[in-house]
């Protein structure tokens, strides 16, 4: 069975960093772009970052570019997501995605497999 897993969740500081892991097992993510998701108590799910199949292209929302890195090791079949200077509004649910192509994408729509998600809890 395929299984996105995440993990690196908890809880922190405003100001401190954690870093978000998501392994894939039972299917090879190699040739597919991968996205991070968030979701916070009482909103809808949004767009958080994504990474092409090769690494080479990103694109991240708004809200957390400059603060945000998102990368992965194909080698090891995870994708990584560096969350610096976390801010209280960063709190939510994060899942990881693997998109239904290599093509790098930014909607819901465009993934398929998702993971069951980690709480990320910033506290001011």
């Known amino acids: 069975q395929v299984q996105l897993v995440e993990s690196g969740g908890g809880l922190v500081q405003a100001e401190d960093s954690l870093r978000l892991s998501c392994a894939a097992s039972?299917?090879?993510?190699?040739?597919?772009?991968m996205g991070w998701f968030r979701q916070a108590p009482g909103k809808e799910r949004d767009f958080v970052a994504a990474?092409?199949?090769?690494?080479?292209?990103?694109t991240y929302a708004d809200s957390v570019k400059g603060r945000f890195t998102v990368s992965r090791d194909n080698a090891k079949n995870t994708v990584f997501l560096q969350m610096n200077s976390l801010k209280p509004e960063d709190t939510a649910v994060y899942y990881c995605?693997?998109?239904?192509?290599?093509?790098?994408?930014?909607?819901?729509?465009?993934?398929?497999?998702w993971g069951q998600g980690t709480q990320v809890t910033v506290s001011s």
């Open positions: 995605a693997a998109a239904k192509s290599f093509s790098i994408a930014t909607r819901e729509y465009d993934y398929n497999l």
């Open positions: 039972g299917r090879t993510l190699f040739t597919y772009a």
């Open positions: 990474i092409t199949w090769s690494g080479s292209r990103t």
